[in-house]
């Protein structure tokens, strides 16, 4: 699994929630992004997660071997959409790399609304 890192005294295995909110807290710190909103959004409102909340807007899944990542955000109008996105994807990945030791194989940035901040 990727989430396990391996050394000469036993294993260590990264829960998902960590990576959850390490990547949150990347994510947010991105220019252009407003905020992150809940991954289960029942009544289809988009309410912008607070500090505290961010690993709520974070899907982390495990397929096989692949690590994957889902964000789930809120971009600033008139800024590029590809071009936050590219950002965030650039800083999350640089952040588990740092932070882990390892980067996530895919991560998708899913836009649910447009917002002045």
Request: glycine fraction near 10%.
């Amino acid at each position: 699994m990727k989430n396990i890192i391996k050394t000469s005294l036993g294993e260590i295995e990264i829960s998902k929630d960590v990576i959850a909110v390490l990547a949150g807290n990347a994510a947010v710190e991105c220019y252009g992004l407003v905020g992150m909103v809940s991954r289960k959004m029942s009544d289809g409102l988009t309410e912008l997660l607070g500090r505290e909340n961010l690993h709520k807007g974070v899907e982390v899944r495990l397929e096989g071997d692949l690590l994957i990542i889902d964000l789930h955000v809120v971009v600033q109008y008139g800024i590029k959409i590809h071009e936050v996105a590219n950002n965030v994807i650039e800083k999350v990945s640089f952040t588990l790399e740092n932070f882990l030791g390892f980067e996530p194989d895919k991560i998708n940035v899913i836009v649910h609304g447009v917002r002045t901040k």
